[in-house]
């Protein structure tokens, strides 16, 4: 049996014609996606409803403003969100401004090679099934990571996290980005 | 380009990129990531895994008019925040961090140098200048120490940090770094304590010697 070709993700698709085209109907398209599971993540540090809807409004006009930052070769939409997210919540909530690593020289292209994008997405869909998979104590201590939780003793010992499970999909990811990121220099 | 070879761990740019790092920590990390190729690999894929939690998040009802609100906003006019480039050896986050101004240096003595970027509650980061052979300055030892070399190069027991490279050493590390022959090394260097010098003097008065 032939099997139709995959295609590139709806929320992929919405964010490029953002980008490409301020499409306001793709944005809403990715509010509507995007805004609860903010909301739900934001408040798991414990912000409160209220604060956790301006954090959420201000991701989305970010998302919006700085569309044409985002690289579908190289990032995941919700690996873009997710950092806009957490600068935003660092900013609100410690009043710090995170510092970032220099942007690329490159600006994304316009024409995307869909192959490269359905790659990214393949490879994340894994990392989200492989933390899908793990031991809930040990899904939690990843949570906590990427919800900028870790403590200082944590850090410092740097034993606090059970990545090894989740490193070798990583370290694809991280291979695949590298390879790119090298052709782009 | 010169070849990079000490890397923040993976631990550490997990810690980065999941936003857990005290302010001079994550300078420092962020920074390295502008000169490594291969740490900016990880740190996006950190970013991938930090996108799958938020997918995976539980939703939370969103308020009836927080979309109209949004739309409505999208072309109310902003304030850009300046985006500040690589100026000389510096990178981007470090030249934000100098407010895209020149180091003011501070002079140690014995030709060393400092220009301290912040000092505060959750540690200090500082620009360093130390002219070949002088030792760098002893960082306080109470917890976790990073060095981002942005110029020259230091050796110390360990072995030695090149253009890029990125000790991190925390109280359990004894060791004595002294800048090579050559240019001046010029380093950036993050505590997570408040800035010490006890040890500073004697160090400084060391002859220097090459491994
Ligand atoms: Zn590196």
Redesign the interface.
């Known amino acids: 049996m032939k099997q139709s070709p995959p295609q590139i993700s709806a929320l992929t698709a919405s964010m490029i014609a953002v980008r490409n085209d301020r499409d ?1 109907a793709a ?2 398209l990715l ?2 996606h995007f ?7 934001i ?2 540090s414990g912000t409160g ?1 209220g604060q ?2 301006e954090i ?2 201000d991701v ?2 970010t998302v ?2 700085k569309a044409e930052q985002f690289d579908p070769e ?10 806009i ?3 935003r ?2 900013d609100v909530i410690r009043k ?9 020289g490159e600006d994304p292209s316009a024409e995307p090679d869909a192959s490269q994008i359905l790659a990214v997405e393949q ?2 869909g894994q ?2 099934d492989a ?2 998979r793990l031991k809930p104590e040990q899904r939690e201590i ?2 906590k ?6 403590t ?1 003793q ?3 010992t ?4 059970p ?1 090894g499970t ?2 070798s999909r ?2 694809l ?3 695949k ?2 390879h790119e ?2 052709e782009l ?1 | 380009m010169t070849t990079i070879t000490h890397h923040p ?4 740019l ?2 980065y ?7 001079p920590f ?2 420092a990390v ?2 390295h ?2 000169l490594c ?2 740490c ?24 009836a008019d ?2 109209s ?3 409505d ?2 072309d109310a006019p ?1 304030a850009a925040k300046p ?1 500040y ?2 100026s000389g050896v510096f ?3 470090v030249m ?2 100098l407010k895209g101004k020149p180091p003011r240096w501070k002079s140690l003595g014995m030709g060393v140098r400092q220009s301290i970027l912040s000092d505060g509650r959750d540690g200090s980061v500082r620009l360093l200048y130390i002219p070949p052979g002088r030792a760098v300055p002893d960082h306080s030892h109470n ?2 120490e990073l060095t981002l070399v942005l110029q020259g190069s230091f050796s110390d027991e360990t072995g030695r940090f090149g253009v890029g490279d990125l000790e991190v050493a ?1 109280h359990t590390l004894e060791h004595t770094p002294v800048a090579d022959p050559g240019a001046p090394c010029i380093c950036l260097a993050a505590t ?1 304590a408040p800035l010490r010098f006890n040890s500073f003097i004697p160090r400084l008065l060391q002859p220097f010697f090459r491994i």
């Open positions: 306001r944005f809403a509010f509507d805004a609860p599971r903010l909301k739900g993540f408040m798991r409803s956790a809807e959420v409004q989305m006009l919006w403003r190289r990032a995941q939409v919700s690996a873009w969100v997710y950092q997210t957490r600068n919540q660092i710090e401004n995170k510092p970032l690593p220099e942007e690329l490879e994340a990392l989200k933390l899908g990843i949570e990571a990427y919800m900028g939780e870790l200082h944590e850090i410092s740097q034993t606090g996290l990545l989740i490193k990583i370290r990811g991280l291979e980005l590298r990121l090298k220099r | 761990s993976d631990a550490l997990a810690a990129a999941g936003g857990s790092l005290p302010q994550a300078l962020a920074a990531i502008s190729l291969d900016r690999a990880t740190y996006e894929a950190h970013l991938v895994s930090g996108g799958a939690v938020l997918e995976m998040s539980n939703t939370e009802a969103v308020s927080l979309k609100n949004v739309l906003l999208l902003v985006a480039q690589r990178p981007g986050p934000e961090a917890g976790l925390d997570d």
